[in-house]
């Protein structure tokens, strides 16, 4: 059973940048689809960006040019790189995998973080 742990969230101010960061406490190779999603208060969850072991990637049309996804097998890691963030990108960003097939829909997802909050305001 592999686990994973948000970091990176915090404060920032509009047009700012934050570097997301998802540890797993095992190898994330076996997991084929990698991803990040959000859900702010209210609102459903929903993907931002997901990649897989082959590097293919995904992205909200909301984030595409700002946002950028990756992963690093080797030490068990996926970040999400993020800039010119906006207030609506404020939300509870979470980091999930699937091992098989790249079905990015949340419910799907067979792991997942306990999350980390990003706040973009002045």
Known sequence: QVQLVESGGGLV??????????AA????FA?????????????QRELVAGITNGGR???DDS???????SRDNAKNM????MNSL????TASYYCA???YGSDWRWRNMEYWGTGTLVTVSS
């Open 13 to 22: 101010q509009p047009g700012g940048s934050l570097r997301l960061s998802c």
């Open 25 to 28: 406490s095992g190898s994330i």
């Open 31 to 43: 997991i084929n689809a990698m991803g990040w999603y959000r859900q702010a208060p209210g609102k």
């Open 57 to 59: 990637t995904i992205y």
């Open 63 to 69: 984030v595409k040019g700002r946002f950028t996804i």
């Open 78 to 81: 996926v970040y999400l790189e």
């Open 86 to 89: 906006k207030p609506e990108d």
């Open 97 to 99: 995998g699937a091992r």
